[in-house]
């Protein structure tokens, strides 16, 4: 019988700050054989995500901590190479929560089949996995509809560079902040970003009276500090702030001030909720069908980082909190 050898990379210490290749290990192990009821996975793609970042640290959170000593996990990409369950067989595509490997075995329940004729298959990781998921969730969380001005924070990310680009199908005019001149010419010239401004040139507060002198009514928080306290400034009465994330403090090694200007939620009756897409897996089904529509019908961009193997994977990670990536970066095993 074959023996099945994966790597997989394990959290060596708790990072302090920003991670370092020191606070991981590649390592190899050998799966057991396969049962009845079970199914080997290769993984092609994984995925890297700045919420995992908080999975790092010690201490209770919105997710289970990753364990010293233990392989990370994340969502990935593969396929069925030997299948002993019912539903699966080999060269069958599907995804999971199995990454930072490159096999596993995994019972039916933790597997998802998707498509293989939708091309490339880290499509979903991206615009059609969880970080397209929750773009579209964000939207609908505070019910953006045609008209509204938006603004969306880290908008050439996997998330905001999705949910840029859906807003603008819902008819809304458009503005995005990120850190390059490329990132800029992909929001403008790839995603129909009606603006979009360097948030390292100047301050966002006045890129944003620029951009929209009247004011925004959404703005779709994937930063934090500087850009939320920008936002809350231009908003207008009864603005909306879906808060996705904030990776701006994500590697901070004490709690930063909150901002300045929070008594604007009172004084413009503004509403501020809070996106874990988790709380959406029963809608699943339908975000597959209207924004897998939108992307078979070539009115949705993918864009992706794409590092070579696992052996790079943690400088894939690394390189998030860098801004290293355009759209999603995935890792191809």
Known sequence: MTK???????LASRPTGLPTPAN???????????????????????SV????????????????????????DGGAVGEVVESRAGGFKAG????????????????????HPVDRAIQPLSVYLGALGMTGMTAWAGLNLVDVKAGD??????????VGSVAGQLAKLRGCRVIGSAGSVEKLAFLLEECGFDAAFNYKTGTIL??????????IDVYFDCVGGEALEAALSALRVHGRIVACGAISGYNSEKPLPGPSNLFNVTTKRLTIKGLLVMDWLGHQAEFEKEVGGYFLAGMLKHR???????DHAVDAFIGLFHGKNIGKMVVKL
């Open 149 to 158: 001005v938006v603004y969306i924070s880290g908008a050439a990310g996997a």
């Open 92 to 111: 069958d595509a599907v995804t999971s929560r199995m990454g930072w490997r490159e096999f596993f075995i995994a019972a039916p329940g933790d597997l």
């Open 304 to 310: 992706e980082t794409v590092v070579e193997g696992i």
């Open 24 to 46: 991981f290990a590649l390592v190899e192990h050998e799966l057991p054989p396969l049962q009845d009821g079970q199914v080997l996975v290769r993984n092609l793609y994984m």
């Open 206 to 215: 006045d890129h944003l009276k620029l951009a929209a002198p009247d004011g």
């Open 49 to 72: 995500d700045p919420y995992m970042r908080g999975r790092m640290n010690e201490g209770k959170s919105y997710v289970p901590q990753f364990e010293i000593g233990q392989p990370l």
């Open 4 to 10: 099945t050898i994966s790597r997989e990379i394990l």
